[in-house]
């Protein structure tokens, strides 16, 4: 995994944690309000990288399936060339044939 991608979301991150630790240093005396409001910045920031992750990972496979659909599409394009190709010259054999006939 590459550090560098994922910077700004850490850095992010961090400025979530150091907010809930004001937060919670504020509340001090409600331990209740203090452990609620940790769990839901941390669990929010995680949930912020782990969207993150996912879609970067979907990003990835777009492009696989997008490579992998232009290779599939020209290999149909040049297996039809060649029908195309197949065909014409199987019809001029015919036509000349036909045409030696049709001088005899």
Known sequence: MDIRKYLVDILLTIVMIVSMLVLVNRFWQDLIIAVAAGLMILSLGGLLLSLNIKMR????????????????????????????????????????????????
């Open 57 to 104: 990972n979907l990003e990835r496979n777009v492009v696989i399936r997008e490579r992998m659909l232009r290779s599939n599409l020209e290999e149909i394009s040049n297996r039809m060339q060649n029908k195309y190709d197949m065909a014409l010259s199987h019809l001029d054999e015919l036509v000349a044939e036909i045409s030696r006939r049709a001088y005899r």
